[in-house]
């Protein structure tokens, strides 16, 4: 799954040019390397989201193309 529409479905940020955005801007790691928003993200990836002066660590647990408010917090774990 791209990149861009992961953190859309995980609900990490709200919509899908948002997340562009911010993997156009080199605000988002995957790994600890800048990603473009059409890198493919798969089960086990840390990302790395930097919100003005925090940023939030996350590792995938699971890919899926569409989830409910309550699924989507079993999508990531926070680190």
């Given at each position: 799954?791209?990149?861009?529409?992961?953190?859309?479905?995980?609900?990490?940020?709200?919509?899908?040019?948002v997340?562009?955005?911010?993997?156009?801007?080199?605000?988002?790691?995957v790994?600890?390397?800048?990603?473009?928003?059409?890198?493919?993200?798969?089960?086990?990836d840390?990302?790395?989201?930097?919100?003005?002066?925090?940023?939030?660590?996350?590792?995938?647990?699971?890919?899926?193309?569409?989830?409910?408010?309550?699924?989507?917090?079993?999508?990531?774990?926070?680190?």
């Amino acid at each position: 799954m791209r990149l861009d529409k992961y953190l859309k479905v995980s609900r990490l940020i709200k919509r899908r040019t948002v997340a562009n955005e911010a993997c156009d801007a080199g605000r988002v790691k995957v790994n600890g390397r800048p990603a473009k928003a059409s890198l493919n993200v798969k089960a086990g990836d840390e990302i790395e989201i930097a919100f003005g002066n925090k940023s939030v660590r996350v590792e995938v647990l699971q890919i899926a193309d569409t989830s409910r408010r309550e699924e989507a917090k079993e999508m990531f774990r926070l680190l």
